[in-house]
């Protein structure tokens, strides 16, 4: 097992690492959440002693992060700030019959960056490649049977296998690539719909980090969760292809699935599972039900958790628990929008929805990303023609209907 302390130079502790020490707060996976939590607890409690484990032997996978500049803070973007790869002023999305530049920041961070941020950090203690056998409360067994104590645990190891979540899913290949000649794009494409669309409503998303560097992403909101990796990963080479733009080399490749929320139970969702140590991220049902972003929802709470003043599991778990449940009860209405998308829309109508949508006031889009929208704001979105049959629409009004069906139909492929 690789042991590192987080300085520039990491070093392997005497004794076996951790063994010897207790923490004020331990971290259990170093995903994105937890990763933010750590470094906004090391900036706002200077004495607080942080420990983070990770099953692999990089903080934060292999992954890149967007966000809206209005999706965040000022003080949340500073911290953030040294882990981007880019910022750009505006972003352009491409449908049929409407093209648009938005005039709203946007926003990239790399696993990479985010690696080294938490790494070079001397206030956070990281143990990488550690298999974890056992969470609890006060600590964590390790498979290679050694154990950490800790006053707060917070588990934030990624998404549980729940029945309280109905589904849908977002799922892309992305292919980051140096090219031959400049692509000539001076702003990120998050949603190119004027592609051939397959399995569902399908985008490709761009994003140019330097004049010949680009991120490629092949992008679909589908109803399942089956990835078909070289399949995507064959149409983003396709699209670079169409756009004349020649693959010098492969930087790397990124792929995933996430969950775009229908309808749930949140109470049922908190029941599940082991309930010994606080939870964060998508283990606590925090991402944008319709966009699936994940990285404003980590800040939050790693705002709402450095601004505590009482570091236990127990006072950490409530205050996930309560700011989980207010999150799902004000974002209801996303989750009714998902419906209509996953449940109402056919054929190529989740295109045409969601062409009418990004018609709308910016600001509107700006809240809605920020998943801040207000009363008038979706008195906005419902008006005018419906892109939908309106009879369609209000059979999948209910929240718990559509739980009822989309249970009874995953269990109907279980079993089939």
């Given at each position: 097992?690789a042991?590192?302390?987080?300085?520039?130079?990491?070093?392997?502790?005497?004794?076996g690492?951790?063994?010897?020490?207790?923490?004020?707060?331990?971290?259990?996976?170093?995903?994105?959440?937890n990763?933010?939590?750590?470094?906004?607890?090391?900036?706002?409690?200077?004495?607080?002693?942080?420990?983070?484990?990770?099953?692999?032997?990089?903080?934060?996978?292999?992954?890149?992060?967007?966000?809206?500049?209005?999706?965040?803070?000022?003080?949340?973007?500073?911290?953030?700030?040294?882990m981007?790869?880019?910022?750009?002023?505006?972003?352009e999305i491409?449908f049929?019959k409407?093209?648009?530049?938005?005039?709203t920041?946007?926003?990239?961070?790399?696993?990479?960056?985010?690696?080294?941020a938490?790494?070079?950090?001397?206030?956070?203690?990281?143990?990488?490649?550690?298999g974890v056998?056992?969470v609890?409360?006060?600590?964590?067994?390790l498979?290679?049977g050694?154990?950490?104590?800790?006053?707060?645990?917070?588990?934030?190891?990624?998404?549980?296998?729940?029945?309280?979540?109905?589904?849908?899913?977002?799922?892309?290949?992305?292919?980051?690539?140096e090219?031959?000649?400049?692509h000539?794009?001076?702003?990120p494409?998050i949603?190119?719909?004027?592609?051939?669309?397959?399995?569902?409503?399908?985008?490709?998303?761009?994003l140019?980090?330097?004049?010949t560097?680009?991120?490629?992403?092949?992008?679909?909101y589908?109803?399942?969760?089956?990835?078909?990796?070289d399949?995507?990963?064959s149409?983003?080479?396709?699209?670079a292809a169409?756009?004349?733009?020649?693959?010098?080399r492969?930087?790397?490749?990124?792929?995933?699935v996430?969950?775009?929320?229908?309808?749930?139970?949140?109470?049922?969702?908190?029941?599940?599972?082991?309930?010994?140590?606080?939870?964060?991220?998508?283990?606590?049902?925090?991402?944008?039900?319709?966009?699936?972003?994940?990285?404003?929802?980590?800040?939050?709470?790693?705002?709402?958790?450095a601004a505590?003043?009482?570091?236990?599991?127990?006072?950490?778990?409530k205050?996930?628990?309560?700011?989980?449940?207010?999150?799902?009860?004000?974002?209801s209405?996303?989750?009714?929008?998902?419906?209509?998308?996953?449940?109402?829309?056919?054929g190529?109508?989740?295109?045409?929805?969601?062409?009418?949508?990004?018609?709308?006031?910016?600001p509107l889009i700006?809240?809605?990303y920020?998943?801040?929208?207000?009363?008038?704001?979706?008195?906005r979105?419902l008006?005018?023609?419906?892109p939908?049959?309106?009879?369609?629409?209000?059979?999948?009004?209910?929240e718990?209907?559509?739980?009822?069906?989309?249970?009874?139909?995953?269990?109907?492929q279980?079993?089939?």
């Amino acid at each position: 097992m690789a042991i590192s302390r987080s300085r520039a130079d990491p070093v392997e502790h005497p004794g076996g690492g951790f063994d010897h020490h207790d923490y004020d707060v331990l971290l259990v996976g170093a995903g994105l959440a937890n990763s933010i939590v750590a470094l906004m607890l090391s900036r706002a409690h200077r004495g607080l002693s942080i420990g983070m484990i990770e099953r692999d032997d990089r903080i934060g996978g292999n992954h890149t992060w967007s966000f809206h500049t209005t999706d965040i803070d000022s003080d949340a973007l500073t911290v953030l700030e040294p882990m981007l790869e880019a910022r750009w002023p505006d972003q352009e999305i491409r449908f049929p019959k409407l093209k648009r530049i938005l005039s709203t920041g946007y926003n990239a961070m790399t696993s990479e960056r985010l690696h080294d941020a938490v790494m070079t950090n001397a206030a956070i203690d990281v143990v990488l490649s550690a298999g974890v056998k056992d969470v609890s409360s006060t600590g964590v067994a390790l498979e290679d049977g050694r154990r950490i104590s800790a006053r707060c645990v917070i588990d934030g190891r990624g998404a549980r296998a729940t029945q309280s979540l109905a589904l849908g899913y977002q799922k892309f290949v992305g292919l980051e690539v140096e090219l031959v000649d400049p692509h000539g794009m001076t702003r990120p494409v998050i949603m190119d719909a004027t592609v051939a669309q397959h399995d569902g409503y399908r985008f490709v998303y761009t994003l140019p980090f330097s004049p010949t560097r680009i991120l490629i992403e092949d992008t679909y909101y589908s109803d399942g969760p089956d990835l078909d990796v070289d399949l995507l990963a064959s149409r983003a080479h396709a699209y670079a292809a169409q756009n004349n733009w020649r693959i010098a080399r492969m930087i790397r490749q990124e792929q995933g699935v996430l969950p775009i929320t229908l309808a749930g139970d949140i109470e049922g969702f908190w029941a599940e599972g082991p309930q010994k140590a606080a939870r964060s991220g998508m283990r606590a049902c925090l991402f944008h039900p319709t966009t699936g972003y994940s990285l404003p929802d980590a800040v939050l709470l790693a705002q709402k958790i450095a601004a505590s003043q009482q570091f236990d599991t127990a006072a950490i778990d409530k205050l996930v628990r309560r700011h989980s449940h207010r999150c799902w009860n004000e974002r209801s209405f996303f989750r009714f929008l998902n419906r209509m998308l996953f449940l109402a829309a056919r054929g190529d109508e989740r295109r045409t929805v969601l062409e009418r949508f990004y018609a709308l006031p910016q600001p509107l889009i700006e809240r809605f990303y920020a998943g801040q929208i207000t009363s008038g704001d979706k008195v906005r979105i419902l008006m005018g023609r419906p892109p939908l049959p309106i009879p369609r629409a209000m059979r999948h009004m209910s929240e718990s209907q559509a739980l009822a069906a989309v249970t009874q139909r995953l269990q109907g492929q279980i079993h089939g």
